[in-house]
């Protein structure tokens, strides 16, 4: 935990000042500590340089919770790989209409606060520093944040915690930029957890987010169907299934054949089109990830981030821009796939 990091902290719970008492010490680091409360005296933990704000010990919350940081216990590194980030890089560009690298820094370049609302293991984070006149405050509720913070603790004007999106230790029209992708859908309520989010939009800000998309019917009542099991099952269960799920994909991916549907069939949420075998099974009946650049243990991972977390909602376009609209947002980008619907909207 950087220094400078205390002097935008506040208390998550009562939101009054906070005070920093300091363990350990390295350079302009603060590794071991605890924060404190000056009003309500509650008491935050800082290990190993993150500042630990979650206090939600309700069972659904940790159990979501739990779930990713199992993920990314043993996926972190996948995920890390410069494939993996190019690849999620190009399509986060293409998602949110900046299509280039450049088009996207320039409209950093005039954010001085940003929230990355979810950072995961902190790719994100590294690809929202591009400008070094502003903070990035990366946050993740699960472990994953310790991954983040080995990766790209060391960059200068990046500060990572461990804290609730929900319950978030800053002032309110504080951040000028918020991104929160493949995230808000798994808290408890997708929609109200955006409008808290809002409330931290200072006048002129934007926010952009990506939430899951309602797939065809018959691949929902199966989703629903394989995680009212999933959810309940261990890791090691939950593993396991997302293994053969992620065998089951490549084997549909192998057979590299493609099928001709003549019609639009609206009963069943498919449109007319050539598709490869393995995506149009994906899309419309069944989730069976398999990545492109044929790694076995990303899909695995893909596959697990689906099936175990608690809560993992859908959402139609028109329940999203309604967000938007009752948030007093505009939008100025809205896309949709079948995975999700991307959004940026301006206070």
Not at 37 to 45: A, G
Not at 223 to 251: H, P, Q, W
Request: charged share 30%; proline share 2%.
């Amino acid at each position: 935990m950087k220094q400078k990091l205390i002097d935008f902290l506040v208390c998550p719970t009562c939101r009054h000042s906070i005070n920093v008492k300091i363990k350990k010490k390295i350079h302009e680091e603060i590794i071991e500590g605890s924060i404190i409360c000056d009003h309500c005296k509650d008491n935050f933990k800082i290990t190993n340089g993150i500042p630990r704000f979650v206090v939600d010990k309700t069972k659904d919350f940790v159990k979501t919770e739990a779930a990713f940081s199992s993920k990314w216990q043993k996926h972190h590194k996948n995920h890390q790989e410069k494939d993996w980030v190019d690849f999620q890089r190009k399509w986060f560009l293409d998602r949110y209409g900046w299509k280039t690298v450049k088009n996207f820094n320039k409209f950093l370049n005039t954010k001085t606060t940003i929230l990355d609302a979810g950072t995961g293991i902190g790719n994100s984070a590294k690809f929202l520093s591009a400008n070094k006149d502003a903070h990035v405050f990366a946050l993740d509720a699960s472990d994953s944040v310790d991954f983040a913070y080995k990766k790209y603790g060391k960059l200068s004007n990046v500060h990572f915690l461990q804290a609730d999106l929900r319950q978030l230790p800053f002032k309110k029209s504080f951040f000028d930029y918020i991104y929160s992708d493949q995230v808000l859908h798994h808290t408890k309520n997708t929609g109200t957890s955006f409008k808290y989010l809002v409330k931290f939009l200072t006048k002129l800000g934007h926010i952009s987010i990506y939430v899951y998309n309602k797939k065809a019917p018959v691949r929902e009542y199966v989703d629903d169907y394989i995680r009212n099991k999933t959810v309940k099952m261990s890791v090691e269960e939950c593993t396991k299934f997302s293994k053969d799920m992620a065998y089951l994909g490549k084997s549909l991916s192998q057979l590299k054949k493609k099928i001709k549907i003549p019609h639009d069939i609206p009963l069943l949420g498919v449109k007319a089109g050539e598709y490869d075998v393995q995506r149009f099974i994906y899309w419309h009946f069944l989730k069976c990830f398999w990545d492109e650049s044929d790694n076995f243990e990303r899909s695995v991972g893909v596959n697990f981030d689906w099936y175990s977390p608690k809560f993992a909602f859908r959402h139609t376009p028109k329940e999203v821009k309604t967000w938007f609209k009752e948030s007093k947002l505009k939008i100025t980008n809205f896309k949709e796939i079948e995975s999700g619907i991307s959004v940026t909207g301006q206070k």
